[in-house]
């Protein structure tokens, strides 16, 4: 049994609690895995995106890695929820993150054999996500078995934190490993850190399903989908997070600004990725106070609007950039550009912590799995198809309207949500209702 945790030191409260990590082993380890896969994932993902812009010179064809990657994500993320419920969750973890390093070793092959086929990118991508989608679900349905209830806000706060740190660093590392070693030296470094992140995993305990057994298949996927068609606080976390990343996602427009807007190339698609990241970053280390939010519905409004607030002010500064030469340095107002960034990361996580605790708290065990692949389908899909949605629009228009109307359509549409549903604006973690 999990002992309570002790006291927090006075003038602390506004810092991560890191009690999960210190009472818990195999919370600890699996922290540590998801720390590195997640570095080694966002190295991908740019880097991708960087050199798919640099086989097509399109924004849309960059879009289209979303389109790609979502079926898969949809397919695998629910039935992956279905497995979680079924198997060992254990097992289903290393299996799935086997299937990544798998998939990171072919995105090294093609780059280093020189292949410049574009079709061939998007069919890893596609892998990759189904992959994705079954890894992720299972990681979240064990958090509930190896701490308590009250311990939920904290460790999301930190898996959070760990999913920042590579999202700070990813970018980063992506934008500069490109420039300097090209896209082969950048896939070869997701290679080795995805290796370190698999070891860590074997050391954690068993973890087989509770209660009755249902077979991995349509009825069990159905079954998950029927539950949360009745539980409506649950399907506001996943309503309002589609929104957002639909909408006001503008991920998708970092290669072109860095390239014909802002400039700087690689290097400013980088720094512009890493903006979200950096602002989730502070978020979890400034993580103290989430344990005692009450109205977490509320939480989510309010941190949802904020992001979209930021998207419109981001996309105010990109139209003051103007439009630029290829080869030209970065312009000035690429860093007020990458503050607005920051904003926007540190709403997101906030929103992210208490949509995650609302599922986990307010769904039973033996539904988790599947209503986590719902999640991560939402989660994952949802700026897959903003990069569609946001793209096509960049390339109807110009990139500074697409992130403002983006934006301006998060906000207006989040409001109403929290005005029509008023269950969900008065959630209150003490009496958790799905």
């Excluded at 966002?42 to 640099?54: E, F, K, N, R, S």
């Excluded at 860590?200 to 998950?224: C, D, F, N, Q, Y």
């Excluded at 957002?244 to 512009?272: D, K, N, S, W």
């Amino acid at each position: 049994m999990t002992q309570a945790p002790p006291a927090r030191p006075r003038g602390l409260g506004l810092l991560a609690d890191i009690t999960p990590l210190r009472l818990s082993r195999p919370y600890r380890r699996m922290w540590l895995g998801t720390l590195l896969s997640s570095i080694g994932s966002q190295l991908t993902t740019v880097a991708v995106g960087l050199q798919v812009y640099d086989l097509t010179g399109s924004t849309f064809s960059v879009g289209l890695v979303g389109l790609f990657s979502l079926g898969p994500l949809i397919v695998f993320g629910l039935y992956g929820g279905a497995l979680v419920d079924r198997f060992d969750r254990r097992r289903v973890i290393i299996t799935s993150s086997g299937g990544l390093f798998g998939i990171a070793v072919a995105f090294t092959a093609q780059a280093l054999a020189g292949l410049e086929n574009v079709w061939l990118m998007y069919v890893l991508v596609a892998v990759q996500s189904g992959f994705f989608a079954v890894n992720s679900p299972a990681r979240m349905a064990i958090l509930p078995r190896l701490l308590p209830p009250e311990m939920l806000p904290a460790a999301n706060a930190l898996s959070g934190l760990a999913g920042s740190v590579g999202m700070t660093m990813g970018p980063l590392l992506a934008g500069f490993w490109v420039a300097w070693f090209g896209f082969g030296g950048t896939y070869l470094t997701e290679v080795l850190l995805l290796g370190i992140a698999l070891t860590t995993l074997v050391a954690l305990p068993a973890m087989p399903p509770l209660g009755e057994i249902r077979r991995s298949g349509l009825a069990s996927v159905l079954e998950g989908l029927n539950y949360l068609r009745t539980r409506p606080n649950v399907r506001m976390t996943f309503i309002v997070d589609l929104i957002a990343m639909i909408f006001a996602m503008p991920r998708v427009l970092f290669p072109a600004l860095g390239a014909v807007v802002i400039g700087g190339g690689a290097t400013t698609a980088g720094i512009l990725g890493a903006g979200i990241a950096v602002g989730a970053l502070l978020a979890g280390v400034f993580s103290g106070p989430v344990s005692r939010v009450r109205r977490q519905g509320l939480a989510v409004l309010t941190a949802i609007t904020a992001w979209g607030a930021s998207i419109v002010l981001f996309g105010v500064v990109v139209g003051l950039a103007g439009r630029t030469s290829e080869d030209a340095s970065a312009h000035w107002l690429l860093w007020p550009a990458f503050v607005m960034l920051v904003f926007s990361g540190m709403a997101d996580s906030v929103s992210a912590v208490f949509r995650s605790t609302i599922l986990q708290t307010a769904t039973p065990d033996h539904m988790r799995g599947r209503l986590q692949g719902v999640f991560i389908v939402v989660v994952a899909g949802g700026p897959r198809l903003g990069d569609l949605v946001v793209g096509s629009a960049a390339d109807l228009t110009d990139e500074s309207i697409a992130a403002i109307a983006g934006g301006l359509t998060c906000i207006v549409l989040v409001v109403l949500l929290g005005i029509l549903q008023p269950r969900f604006r008065n959630y209150d973690a003490r009496h958790p209702q799905a």
